[in-house]
């Protein structure tokens, strides 16, 4: 079984910065990462995508946060990131990540636990 975990979430200002980090481990099986992303989901909103980055490092973003966040990942640590400037009230809300994970030529997603992000002044 795989676990994500997740960390960097914080009460911040608007215009401040944040890094979250998004960590997996945990099979005893060998196990290769194809897909990443973050995804927040706001008080009284469904879930939304906020960034995905294929294994080959291509980026997409949805569009409230293109020129503000960046997503990126270390394969050799099995890790993603998403660094977020010019941070607004709106982005208030809980991130989580999500990874689509090959075990034993199966294709499973799996998704962190969740790190609060509030921006507020």
């Known amino acids: 079984q795989v676990q994500l975990v997740e960390s960097g979430g914080a009460l911040v200002q608007p215009g401040g910065s944040l890094t979250l980090s998004c960590a997996a481990s945990?099979?005893?099986?060998?196990?290769?990462?194809?897909?990443m992303g973050w995804y927040r989901q706001a008080p009284g909103k469904e879930r939304e995508l906020v960034a995905d980055?294929?294994?080959?490092?291509?980026?997409h973003y949805a569009d409230s946060v293109k020129g503000r966040f960046a997503i990126s990942r270390d394969n050799a640590k099995n890790t993603e990131y998403l660094q977020m400037n010019s941070l607004k009230l709106e982005d208030t809300a809980v991130y989580y990540c999500k990874m689509q994970i090959r075990i034993l030529s199966r294709d499973y997603d799996y998704w962190g636990q969740g790190t609060q992000v509030t921006v507020s002044s």
């Open positions: 980055i294929t294994r080959g490092g291509i980026t």
């Open positions: 945990g099979s005893r099986f060998r196990f290769r990462i194809n897909g």
